[in-house]
């Protein structure tokens, strides 16, 4: 199992981080992406990504929007160009839109600063969206990205699910699902097809709705799982396969 997107460089696990591996290592979890989300914590990202053997992205998350965009994305540019040929250097992200926080134009240009940069470096793209489909989905029409990308922290009907899968994404699932109230989210993945699905926590956000824990962690992933295969009515060691399959593919493992 990969965690497809958690945030394994931040303070929030410095005290602990080398234990929580181990867990992870015990629990089938063989390791996580880390996306990226500003130029400030890049450095400490890739030195983590590298000490635990993780994956990477690199790229400006939509509430980090810099005062002088057209510099931080020189800058990115110039980070992924270094990066580039690293093994474990695998996507751009995480990148989007929400209209929660920081809303406006300026994460416009942000993003698609970003999907053309994600196209000149022919890597996918790793997409944070917050009441923005619209907005998001006109951004992917104008930047169509043979590698496509994903959808992470998915969450909408069968519907909204199809126009990404239409244009190449996958939807990242995670703890939303354990909502008993996500109706919407069910639908979905009782109803699209597994391939089109990788598993994420957005750890240590998105804490599931039952955890005692405060922190959200990747050792949560195999309740994903064991929830994914009861909607989709299937053992949890097809949808095992079939995820990893999936992730292996989209980010080139
Ligand atoms: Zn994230």
Redesign the pocket.
Known sequence: MIDS?A?LDLADFDHDRATLFQQMHVNGIETALI?G?RESNWSKQIAIANEFNCYFALGI?PWYVPDDIPKSLDALNHHIGIHNADDNFVALG?CGLDKLKGWGQPQIELLTGQLGMAIDWNLPV?L?AVKAHPELLASLKTYQNQKGGVI??FYGGPELAQSYIKLGYKLGIGGLLMNPHAKKLHKTVTEVDIKHFIIET?SP?MTPYNSVEKRNTPLQLSNFVQKIANLQKKTTVFILEQLDRNVSQLFEL
Do not use: F, L, N, Q
Request: proline fraction near 8%; charged fraction near 15%.
């Open positions: 997107h945030h996306p989300i998350h995480e790793i944070h992470h922290g957005d956000s």
